[in-house]
């Protein structure tokens, strides 16, 4: 008597098992090559990724001119006490009553605490005197600040990269 209900596989024996994917049928060897470019493309993502910190760091020399010192008064508008670098805004005001707000750039959180800062030591609304390197970049009022001098007289280094020598 013959069994109807039992099915024989005639196909040809293979070397890889292959299982049902979302996109039809993958061989083991092809999943095996979607792993690795999966792992790939994170490695080239992780990779990109770290240098652009890198990339984001620069000289003195790139962005400010050690011949081009810069001295004003002005009244702080904003802070920001952030790495790579803090930064404070000061509103200057021109001959003829002309208002410019110049982006001050000074050295890491960590760097200024050393120097006797803290993230409370400027505030909004404060009178300073700034010294410090104006920007390459013309009218573009950005200067890495080397000495702030504070409503009560103190006067703190900023922590700049450079002392313009």
Wanted: proline residues 5%; glycine residues 8%; hydrophobic residues 40%.
């Amino acid at each position: 008597v013959a069994r109807t209900d039992v099915s024989v596989d005639t196909s040809p024996p293979t070397l890889y098992k292959t299982r049902i994917a979302p996109f039809g049928i993958m061989s083991a060897s092809s999943e095996v090559y979607r792993m690795r470019t999966k792992l790939a493309l994170i490695l080239a993502a992780l990779a990109l990724c770290s240098t652009i910190p890198l990339a984001a760091h620069h000289s003195f020399s790139v962005e400010y001119d050690a011949n081009k010192p810069v001295s004003f008064q002005g009244v702080v508008t904003k802070v920001e006490w952030t790495n790579p670098h803090a930064r404070v805004y000061v509103d200057v005001t021109g001959d003829g009553g002309t208002v410019q707000t110049w982006n001050l750039e000074l050295a890491s959180p960590s760097a200024l605490a050393r120097n006797g800062w803290s993230s409370r030591t400027l505030k909004v609304g404060d009178r300073v005197k700034v010294e410090g390197f104006d920007g390459r970049a013309a009218n573009t009022f950005r200067m890495n600040a080397k000495s702030i001098v504070l409503p009560d007289g103190r006067s703190l280094f900023s922590g700049s990269a450079d002392d313009g020598r």
